[in-house]
């Protein structure tokens, strides 16, 4: 049986400071990266069958600092569209 690995991007400054981004591509904060940079070990024990990201750069950074550098962007993982709440 093959594992799931499920990562969500680090933090942002409208998630710290509880602001829904939704698909407004917003930057992770130096913390953000921290955490995603921390996670490298993890998948690097295994050897990923695929790897897919939400095509923003908040989720492809995470992904490239957690050492999923093969992540491809996948527009139906899109987060929700929150149109005129937006942030």
Known sequence: MGELMVIRHGHTE???SGRH?????VALTEAGEAAASALAPRPAHR???AEFSRPLGRAMRTAELAGLTGAEPDPDLLEWDYGGYEG
């Open 14 to 16: 409208w998630s710290l």
């Open 21 to 25: 981004a939704g698909r407004t591509d």
């Open 47 to 49: 050897r990923p069958v």
